[in-house]
Structures are given as C-alpha cells and as structure tokens.
C-alpha cells in the first residue's frame, strides 16, 4: 500500500515538473505595440513594440508583422532579422529600429499606401490594424502575437476667415486669412488663387474657368494683396480659394485640398483721394530722373510696384527689420538694384514718388525691400510678372 501511494506521489511530482518545464514556449514572452499618436501611422509604427522574456534563458527569435486596411486588406508584410532576447524586457523604439532592420512588401496592387509613405511617411486615411508575432528561430513556432487598431482621418483643407464671403471691402490692399490644414511630418504650402467673377458664373465656375487676377504660393496662412498684383477696380466682384499642397505640389486634405470658394465686391472707399501720378508718369521719373541712364557707369535694374503703396504699409531692407519704417502716405514705390548679379549685400535705392505731386526722395540700402513683411521683386517674380521690371541693362532669362 505504502509502495502505491509512493507511486503515486513520484508520478503527480513528475507530472508537475514536466508541466514547469515543458509548458509552451508562448508563455515564456510577451510582446505590446506601442500606440502611434492619434490620428497618425507610419510603417515604422510596425515596430515600436516592447518584448519581455519571462523565462531565465535567452531565446532566438524574429518578428513577422502585416498591416491591413479594413477596406483595402492587407498592405504590407514584414519581417525582421534574427535576434537574441535575454531575460527581462527589451524595448524597440525609433532611435533602435535598425536593430530590428525590418523588411517590408508592400503587397496590395493599390499604390497610393507605398506612394504614401514614399512621400510624406505616414499612412493615407483609413481604418488599421497592426499585427505582429514572435517566431522562435529554431522550431519556426509562435510563441506570442499582439495587434492593435489605428484610425487615420484626412486632414481637413483651409477653412477660410477673411474677407467675409459676399461681402463689400475697400482697401486696396486686404488681408486674406485662412485657418491652415494641419498634417503630422509634412510641411503644408497653400496655393492663393484669385479671379475676376464675370455675369452669371457662379463663383466655383468663375475659379475653374477665369484666368487668375493674382495668385501665390506660400507656407503661411495670410496673404496681403501686394502692390505688384493687377489694381482691384471698383465695383467689381472677385472670388478666391486656398489649396493645401505639399512640397511637390500634391494635393493635402479632403477635396484635393481645396478649400470653399468665396467672394467679394471692392468698393472704393468714398472720398477717397485720385492718384494724380500715373504708373508711366513714374516710370519716367525713376529712370529719366533718378537712374539718368546716359551718365550710368554700371550696371542696374529697376522695379516698380503696379499700384501705389498705400498709407499705413510698412517697410525695411531684407534680414533688418529693426529698420522698419512707416508709408505715411500714398506714394508710387521703386528700388534700383545697383549690383544686379552680386549675391550679397550690395547698394540699393529705395524711390518714394509722391502719387499726388510726383515729388520723390531717394533712400540706400543693402538689400532689396520687404513691404508688409513680403520680400518684393526676386527670381521668379520677376519672370513671372515683368511688368514689374521697369528697366534693365541685362537680361533676364
């Protein structure tokens, strides 16, 4: 009798070693992903994970990962190379991931996933999920997985702000104000478009069909109407729209990035006074008063703006805002590159033509000039619009 229940005793002891021993290996790690932030999924996202070994050995070991859409299916695959895991916890972030040196295929036939994070590296909207197991490398087993659910939305285009739509202005030169398009890792331009609205085109008519009155592209999200755009004529009625871009010049956000069309009638502010001073009249009196060219003796190119400078506007020489000054009242508004090929510091004449007597004062800089905190008149512009070029003893390809 002692003999059997010694039997028995050496069989349950036998038992429970091997169920400590040889219990699966799955028991033995586990893994979490780590949550991207909100609204945001980068393929990198794959791998930010922490692995704890709970055994006292270490174990060889890889990862295999997918990532799927719950429309489009699976995305990606991917698979890291092998490596130890000791005892204790191993954490994999962004600053380690080459330890993990992952190998990623991009499997669905939809490119638009692979173009996306080729291009701005993160994931387009959608609903994810995130999988990814642990593989012994001896056996091939699993010994763990983990998955997790991400939501991408698609950033929302401008949302305009000013001027208000339908309504009336009369300042020659208006702030334009959206609130911006707002996506994580990608720097966002914005497209300004401007047209004449003509009869009874509705204002989206009018900004697909008519050719631009003025537009820009700029990283900001406020523009002012610059005196080297075409003058707004009174009682005429505009419309305006804001695309969000990125650096290549693809679209950001839903509707292609296009934001509301909105619109707006200029009315000329009553009473308001008539420039005496034609843009010509100007003309002539910086290059046959001021430049003077039979007495030139270098080079030099002049510029001048399409429409007076307003009282109010201010300005300075490029990169020395602490020399900012005031316009204190409406003048016809020039400058005179005297180094037209240096690329540095270099004489500039700032010219200031009174648009009611034609009187004119001449002011020296170093740089070109910044009015209303936007640089006038370089590269681009200049080709863009050479009506602002004025004159020029070389030639602009």
């Not at 994070?117 to 091939?140: D, H, M």
């Not at 910044?370 to 619009?385: A, C, Q, R, T, Y």
């Amino acid at each position: 009798m002692k003999r059997n229940k010694l039997l028995i005793l050496t069989e349950m002891v036998f038992i429970i070693l091997l169920l400590v021993f040889c219990r699966p290996a799955a028991a033995q790690v586990n893994i979490t992903i780590q949550h991207p932030p909100y609204n945001q999924l980068k393929i990198e996202d794959m791998w930010k994970i922490t692995l704890i070994n709970t055994s006292s050995t270490t174990l060889t070991v890889n990862l295999k990962g997918t990532l799927t859409e719950a429309q489009a299916g699976l995305i990606a695959t991917g698979e890291s190379r092998i490596f130890e895991l000791p005892p204790g916890r191993k954490v994999f972030t962004g600053a380690n991931n080459q330890e993990l040196d992952p190998d990623i295929t991009y499997v669905n036939k939809d490119s638009r996933y692979k173009e996306s994070v080729t291009r701005t590296g993160g994931l387009p909207a959608g609903e994810y999920e995130i999988c990814l197991y642990v593989i012994e490398n001896t056996s091939g087993d699993q010994l763990v997985f983990d998955c997790i659910q991400q939501s991408v939305l698609l950033a929302a285009p401008p949302t305009l702000i000013s001027p208000e739509d339908g309504g009336e202005i009369s300042l020659k030169h208006p702030d334009f104000i959206w609130l911006p398009t707002v996506v994580f890792a990608l720097r966002v331009n914005y497209i300004f478009k401007m047209v004449e609205r003509f009869g009874n085109q509705s204002v989206q008519e009018a900004i697909e069909k008519n050719s631009a009155y003025y537009i820009t592209t700029l990283n900001n999200t406020m523009v002012t109407y610059p005196i080297s755009a075409p003058e707004l004529i009174d009682g005429k009625e505009y419309v305006w729209r804001v695309q969000s871009v990125d650096e290549d010049g693809n679209p950001v956000g839903s509707n292609n990035g296009y934001s509301e069309v909105w619109s707006f009638i200029y009315k000329k502010e009553a009473g308001a006074s008539e420039y005496k001073i034609t843009r010509q009249e100007a003309i002539d009196i910086i290059i046959k008063k001021v430049i003077v060219p039979p007495t030139l003796d270098h080079d030099a190119t002049a510029f001048l703006g399409m429409t007076p400078m307003d009282s109010g506007m201010v300005y300075y020489p490029y990169s020395h805002n602490d020399l900012e000054k005031r316009i204190e009242k409406p003048v016809w508004f020039g400058w005179i590159n005297d180094a037209p090929q240096a690329f540095f510091s270099h004489s500039t004449r700032y010219v200031f033509i009174d648009a009611a007597t034609g009187s004119y004062i001449i002011e020296t800089y170093d740089w070109w000039p910044v009015v209303n905190g936007e640089s006038l008149w370089m590269n681009e512009e200049e080709i863009s619009n050479p009506d602002l070029l004025i004159y020029s003893t070389i030639h602009y390809k």
